[in-house]
């Protein structure tokens, strides 16, 4: 199963600028393509965009949901939310928009904190996936136990995010393997290229036995970007696995419904490149060059800063706390 997450993740690169033109695009041709979930909403999920998180250019995230509940025929219409970000009120408008699936994703040792939300999604009839982040910052065993958790409140499967782009392959291998011995429901993954190893990872994952894969067209997305979800059809199919994926109809919308839209090309600089070294959430990068821009500082030192504090997705803004405090000491 593929799952599309270009207009979510995707929305970081773009500054959440999507416009529901473009999303009923883009969403129309992925479902066509045999993608089997497509993921909507802000960057940080229903409820994102804020000043914190930067806010989104469309005026009703929900308008984006709409756009694309008209145009998707098979494919489960998704949502993201991040507890305390997002809200139950937020789901069920966009359950009320035609979403039939929702990603309720925490830190990847905060599983506790979803149990509300999957409740309430599985009393919608939605689909209800455990979305664990920043799983390098947990042993294997660990993050087993937290995914044991998502199960129990009746999460369909469990998905595992490299949201730094920090992991190689055998710790993929080795996350992965440990959460399908520890639960009975599926498991999926999600990567980030910040070291190049997206597509490396995500075979991995595959190997190993996980049944659902993210990826975005372009490798769009926050950092230096996801899985590359044309290149994913193109290796899967090398690999013989079988999936329902169009592999040139893909390449042809990423170039003419994407491209045209993209701020700049989707490639490891040295910012992202930091991000994976370092093991810093993806979607800080834009703040990050932001507050350096500021301040004054190289990026990079803000990076390695945040990374040996241990920063985790949610606290974007200490991102000019610290950028503040390193001003005063240069």
Do not use: W
């Not at 229903?46 to 995230?61: K, V, W």
């Not at 830190?107 to 599985?122: C, F, G, P, R, Y």
């Not at 998502?150 to 190689?168: F, W």
């Not at 701020?263 to 990068?285: C, R």
């Amino acid at each position: 199963m593929v799952v599309d997450t270009t207009m979510r993740d995707g929305s970081h690169a773009l500054r959440h600028d999507y416009k529901a033109r473009i999303v009923s695009e883009l969403a129309g041709g992925l479902d066509a393509c045999g993608v089997d979930m497509i993921e909507v909403s802000h960057g940080d999920g229903l409820g994102g965009s804020s000043f914190t998180y930067g806010f989104s250019r469309s005026d009703d995230e929900f308008t984006l949901l709409e756009a694309a509940s008209k145009v998707i025929k098979r494919a489960l219409l998704t949502v993201l939310l991040l507890p305390g970000i997002g809200t139950i009120e937020d789901l069920k408008k966009a359950h009320a928009c035609g979403a039939k699936a929702v990603r309720v994703a925490t830190h990847v040792t905060e599983a506790d904190i979803s149990k509300q939300h999957i409740l309430a999604a599985k009393n919608m009839d939605m689909m209800a996936v455990g979305f664990l982040m920043m799983t390098h910052m947990a042993k294997a065993q660990q993050i087993a136990e937290e995914a044991r958790k998502m199960e129990s409140y009746g999460a369909d499967y469990i998905n595992l995010a490299d949201s730094a782009g920090y992991l190689l392959p055998d710790d993929v291998r080795d996350r992965i393997g440990a959460v399908l011995q520890a639960v009975s429901i599926p498991v999926g993954f999600h990567a980030h290229n910040n070291l190049g190893m997206a597509i490396a990872n995500s075979v991995a994952a595959l190997e190993t036995g996980a049944l659902y894969i993210d990826g975005t067209l372009r490798g769009l997305g926050a950092g230096a970007g996801n899985t590359q979800l044309e290149v994913l059809a193109g290796v899967m199919q090398r690999y013989g696995y079988n999936t329902d994926l169009d592999f040139y109809a893909l390449m042809d919308l990423a170039a003419g419904s994407l491209d045209p839209i993209l701020q700049k090309p989707q490639y490891i600089d040295n910012g992202s490149l930091m991000l994976g070294y370092a093991g810093v959430y993806s979607s800080f990068l834009l703040h990050v060059y932001d507050a350096a821009k500021k301040f004054e500082l190289e990026p990079r030192d803000i990076l390695v800063e945040l990374g040996r504090r241990g920063m985790v997705g949610g606290q974007e803004d200490m991102i000019i706390d610290v950028a503040y405090h390193l001003s005063c000491t240069h």
